[in-house]
């Protein structure tokens, strides 16, 4: 069986209700907060919650290999495992258990499954997206060329931004460090009218996806994980988005761990080069 051909829907939301059971488990932020004393891959502590998450999704894949898929798979904690990639037919799956770990930690909305699954090595590679938000329980899902959904129902691809005084009515942040905010401060209210920061950057993608923000910027680099599974849905939802560290605008590569570049997504190309010059990127 081609691994492009597996059914990854069905196996990111059997992840995402063993996902659920783990997180009932321990609903409380004592509980949420506790480490398993090492660090995983992306260089943060990894929380009991984050390995038990990651082992739900690596039962599912163990399962697809077991039915013939051959990839290789990504993951925030693990790193890269091979389950049989065939250089001939080199699919990747790219994976983070947990986006917005803190969020779940504390009991916050919004945090999620990530999964994408691509033909290639870099972000323009990426042909299957899924992110389940557990805060709201909406489900994103975007195939290339088909289009984005939103719990079954398809995002309007021509959905405009909104602005005010000239400005991108309401911006997404992440990487919300105080001390970026600070520094990004003077730019952010020449570009921005209303900032939102949800804490988790897939989730933050998916609400341009769906022109519920306006645009979103990281306010430093993201790390593949995090974003592979969105970008694809904000691109089939209508809207655009960009790498700004890298030659190409889809040009990161999914195989890496460490942080590679800032992302900006936007409803519009001319959204999307005024948040990369903001940036300091390329933008037209």
């Not at 059914?7 to 659920?20: G, I, N």
């Not at 082992?55 to 399962?63: D, K, M, N, P, T």
């Not at 917005?100 to 290639?120: C, D, I, Q, T, Y």
């Amino acid at each position: 069986m081609s691994a492009l051909a597996a059914d990854w829907p069905a196996a990111a939301r059997a992840a995402t209700e063993e996902l659920r059971s783990v997180l009932a488990a321990a609903p409380t932020t004592v509980q949420r907060a506790r480490e398993t004393g090492t660090r995983g891959q992306g260089g943060d502590r990894t929380l009991e919650i984050d390995a038990a998450a990651e082992a739900a999704v690596f039962r599912r894949l163990e399962a697809l290999h077991e039915d013939g898929a051959r990839f290789a798979a990504v993951s925030e904690e693990r790193g890269r495992v091979d389950f049989g990639f065939d250089r001939g037919d080199p699919v990747l799956v790219v994976i983070d258990p947990l986006d917005g770990s803190r969020n779940a930690k504390r009991g916050l909305p919004h945090f999620a499954l990530s999964l994408a699954v691509a033909e290639g090595d870099t972000m323009a590679d990426v042909v299957f997206g899924f992110v389940h938000d557990f805060g709201t329980g909406e489900e994103w899902l975007a195939r290339r060329g088909a289009g984005a959904l939103l719990n079954g129902e398809r995002l309007d691809p021509g959905a405009q931004e909104r602005r005010v005084d000239g400005k991108l009515e309401l911006l997404g942040i992440e990487s919300a460090d105080p001390a970026w905010v600070r520094e990004s401060a003077a730019v952010l209210a020449d570009t921005a009218h209303r900032l939102r920061s949800l804490g988790a950057i897939a989730v933050s993608l998916c609400q341009v996806a769906a022109a519920r923000l306006d645009g979103m910027v990281t306010l430093r680099r993201s790390r593949a994980v995090d974003v592979a599974a969105a970008q694809l849905i904000v691109r089939e939802g209508g809207g655009a988005v960009s790498f700004t560290d890298c030659a190409e605008p889809l040009g990161a590569p999914l195989s890496v761990m460490e942080p590679v570049s800032p992302v900006v997504a936007a409803r519009s190309e001319a959204g999307l080069a005024e948040l990369a010059r903001m940036l300091g990127g390329g933008g037209d």
